[in-house]
């Protein structure tokens, strides 16, 4: 198994221009938001609205990708939960519009991606996540750790 630095590492190889880079820090939490209010659009088993109104596909997505960060590295975890929250504040706050969250979601998803793709045009390299899935769970993490060491926050 990779550590944390090691993914972090190879995450970092296709992104090193800055261009990219800052698409990516505009648009992997747009996706992040998309990914979330698409999972938080679909139906839950009436157990789960009995529980709270909060407990959705979304955030039991979110809960699952907390935890997998807490095994990658405690530190980058914790540095995760405001994100996770503003994500969650996001997500509510969208399902509140007029439009379907479902809609707004799918908008921001392909803008997100677009984006994306657009950062890696530029830098003339491949997303990471076409050699592993699992980068699609390390960009998030890495701006986390971006911000760490911008700050000499160790993880």
Not at 39 to 54: H, K, M
């Amino acid at each position: 198994m990779k550590t944390t630095d090691e993914w972090l590492a190879e995450y970092a190889r296709n992104h090193r221009d800055d261009t990219n880079k800052a698409i990516h820090w505009i648009c992997v939490p747009v996706i992040v938001v998309s990914l979330v209010g698409l999972l938080w659009s679909l139906p839950v088993p009436e157990s789960f609205r009995e529980a709270t109104p909060a407990l959705n596909w979304g955030t039991v997505f979110l809960l699952a990708t907390v935890v997998y960060y807490f095994i990658m590295s405690i530190s980058l975890a914790f540095g995760a939960l405001p994100f996770v929250i503003a994500v969650v504040a996001t997500v509510a706050w969208l399902d509140r519009l007029s439009a379907p969250l479902w809609a707004i979601s799918v908008s921001l998803f392909v803008a997100g991606w677009a984006g994306q793709f657009v950062g890696h045009w530029q830098e003339g390299s491949r997303p990471a996540f076409f050699r592993d899935l699992q980068f699609l769970m390390i960009g998030p993490l890495w701006l986390v750790a971006g911000v760490y060491r911008r700050f000499n926050i160790p993880y």
